[in-house]
């Protein structure tokens, strides 16, 4: 793994050495972690230290988010280390490497100030509008290297991004919302599924959206396709968020550490978050007692992240921006740190994240993802709107 070629294409990289190579040394003793570094996460710096006999010097050294996921080349024999002359490494630039030269050396100085990774964000310009919460940009990680049962749902390889500031929804689209949109001029490209009549308890009577208010109006909106959720945040002033924007929002915004769920580490419940409403492989869902059918927005008040986003662990899940393609795929190895995206002309499939009120409560983790038919309309997926934010100086 630490010397798997994840350039795709975007750097000449040897092919890697048949026995694994120190990484990290301790008194001559090899402690490099049998798992790490993973490369997309981690900045491999090499340095040349000239070293006079007797003398008590330091080397400074800055190691830029820019080089993350960009290995060391070692020269053309690996197998005997850094190569005088050939060996290379990132220092500033995103996907470039340089010849390692001498660093310059000093007196032993104070010792460096303490990390400050955990503090790290970029505030938005502004207050947010009412229903909207602001997103402060930073540095996450996108993806998880934790088990996942579904072989449809690949987190990895894990990523370093950089999210700037944005502003979100508190909520999902409701059919309230939607149906004013309607009438201050919004023309939806597709239609969306509607239900004359009460919520039923099969996938067919379970669109929450009517051409009359039957009571619904404070429930998300699903039965909508990806066409006419990106139009409708168009309308709004936004656009749907990218799986980077999301899954930050999600897991560490408003927080000092990241959780694993929307709303905590603390496993769901049927109380805490929607899901598990439905039958699925002729079992019946864990929650299913309590209706098979999606539920109003305020209906799980726990499901909340920091920032006080609701129902991104469960109700429905939302579509995103991004084209659905593993995280390994070229379309996410040419993806800058910055503001990464995976944009696919006409794509098979669209990305959709958080769990919703069919789905069992292994797919409610942050990180899980999967795709789906852009022109699809199912009664599980909705979507909420970003909107772009300028970053407080």
């Given amino acids: 793994e630490r010397f798997a070629d994840w350039s795709f294409g975007n750097l000449a990289t040897p092919a890697p050495p048949v026995a694994p190579l120190a990484r990290l040394v301790v008194d001559g003793v ?21 070293i006079e006999a007797g003398e008590v010097q330091q080397v400074e050294v800055v190691l830029h988010a820019a080089c993350a996921g960009t290995m060391a080349y070692f020269g053309e024999a690996p197998e005997r280390g850094p190569q005088r002359g050939e060996a290379q490494s990132c220092v500033d630039l995103e996907k470039q490497r340089v010849l390692v030269e001498p660093s310059p050396t000093g007196p032993r100085g104070p010792d460096p100030a303490l990390s400050r990774s955990d503090t790290f964000d970029l505030p938005c310009a502004a207050p947010p509008a009412p229903g909207r919460a602001c997103i402060p940009g930073g540095a996450t990680i996108l993806g998880s290297s934790a088990v996942f049962l579904v072989p449809d749902l690949p987190p990895v390889p894990e990523r370093l991004t950089v999210v700037p ?41 379970t669109c929450t959206f009517s051409t009359s208010d039957l009571g619904r109006e404070g429930y998300a909106l699903n039965c909508v ?36 769920y929307p709303y905590g580490d603390e496993a769901p419940t049927c109380e805490r978050a929607v899901h598990g409403r439905f039958p699925l492989a002729n079992s019946p869902g864990v929650c299913e007692h309590l209706g098979r059918h999606p539920e109003p927005i305020d209906a799980a008040p726990d499901d909340v992240t920091a920032q006080g986003l609701r129902g991104m662990a469960g109700g429905l899940s939302e579509w995103q921006r991004d084209a659905y393609a593993p995280y390994d795929d070229a379309c996410w190895a040419a993806s800058p740190i910055a503001a990464p995206s995976c944009d696919v002309a006409s794509p098979a499939r669209r990305s959709v994240r958080g769990g919703n009120w069919v789905a069992p409560s292994t797919l409610l983790p942050s990180a899980s993802r999967t ?23």
């Fill in 30 to 50: 090899d402690r490099t972690p049998r798992d790490e570094p993973l490369p997309l996460v981690t900045v491999d710096r090499l340095l040349r230290v000239p």
């Fill in 165 to 205: 500031p944005f502003y979100i929804d508190l909520d999902e689209v409701t059919v309230g919302r939607y149906r004013q949109a309607l009438a201050d001029g919004f023309v939806a490209p597709t239609i969306v599924g509607t239900h004359q009549g009460p919520l039923g308890d099969t996938i067919a009577t």
């Fill in 225 to 260: 396709d990806w066409i006419t959720a990106e139009a409708f945040c168009a309308f709004a002033g936004g656009r749907l968020p990218s799986e980077a924007e999301w899954e930050h929002a999600a897991t560490l915004a408003g927080g000092d550490r990241r959780s694993i």
């Fill in 371 to 393: 795709g789906a038919d852009p022109a699809g309309h199912a009664s599980f997926i909705g979507f909420r709107c970003v909107y772009p934010a300028e970053a407080s100086p």
